[in-house]
């Protein structure tokens, strides 16, 4: 019960934050951040509830790759909306806020179950918490990096006008998308410097991929970091990378987890 009822009131509330943002996107509605920011937060926190019901099960907690995705999209939210009253991110909110709203309804109308024993093995809950830490701020980055594109086409082709665009400065965009980028590869450095410690099958039949991948994406980051503050790089190399790197993360977290429960 407790579920269903707050799972309806996240879905709810995203899709009216979604709205907002929308309206003040598109129709410049000028609706406050404050009131924005409010809606978002009351779904953030019905979100809150309906996870902790959903994964907290009888004979365990429910990880299942439906609960994963909504972990993942709760924490975007978050950091977002947190973000929302000092950045210019009001142009990423539209996909955030949607991609919530779908996550919560998928946990809620599709059931599925992957009961794990985190009591039994708190080490793997710290490496799984870091994990998923460093694929959100990818994925946010690579939301950033979209972002970074479109404005520079934009600048390109002379069709942004900088004063009634929703769009942050170029270089404000470019500057924050390295910021999360270095934050990324310190959550995945530990992400993956647990799993080889915590973790003694990491490169078991069935779960090499995930490692290899991993390592994959922690090495494009890396190289673009180090080129970046080494000699610099260009906008679109910036972008191929960061987009590639988070296509990879996905694969590695949820490609064999969505072929096993969702397809199978």
């Given amino acids: 019960m407790l579920t269903d009822i707050f799972s309806a009131g996240a879905t709810i509330f995203y899709g009216l934050s979604f709205v ?3 309206k003040n996107i598109f129709q410049h509605a000028q609706i406050s951040d404050k009131f924005i920011f409010s809606s978002a937060l009351l779904a953030i926190l019905c979100h809150s509830v309906a996870l902790a019901t959903t994964i907290i099960a009888s004979d365990g907690q429910n990880m299942s790759i439906l609960a994963v995705a909504s972990i993942v ?3 975007i939210a978050t950091m977002l909306t947190i973000a929302l009253p000092r950045f210019s991110i009001a142009s990423l909110l539209p996909v955030v806020y949607g991609f919530a ?7 809620w109308l599709v059931p599925s ?3 794990t024993h985190f009591e039994t093995h708190p080490e793997v809950l710290i490496h799984i918490c870091l994990a998923l830490s460093a694929y959100s701020t990818m994925v946010i980055a690579a939301f ?5 594109s479109i404005i520079n086409k934009k600048l ?12 942050p400065p ?9 910021q999360l980028i270095l934050a990324g590869v310190i959550l995945l450095t530990l992400s993956l410097a647990t799993g080889f410690f915590f973790l003694e099958d990491m490169f078991a039949q069935g779960k090499a991929h995930k490692a290899i991948l991993s390592l994959v994406a922690w090495s494009l980051y890396s190289y673009l970091l180090w080129r970046h503050f080494d000699r610099g790089v260009r906008i679109q190399m910036a972008v191929q990378f960061t987009i590639a790197g988070a296509v990879i993360l996905t694969l590695a977290y949820f490609g064999s987890r969505f072929v096993s429960e969702i397809l199978l």
Avoid at 144 to 148: D, G, K, P, T
């Fill in 156 to 167: 390109k082709n002379k069709q942004l006008n900088l004063a009634k665009s929703p769009l």
């Fill in 113 to 115: 179950s992957y009961i």
């Fill in 73 to 75: 999209s709760w924490i």
């Fill in 170 to 178: 170029l270089l404000t965009v470019e500057k924050q998308l390295f």
């Fill in 20 to 22: 907002l943002v929308i």
């Fill in 144 to 148: 950033y990096a979209v972002q970074l």
């Fill in 101 to 107: 709203m779908f996550a919560v309804l998928g946990l």
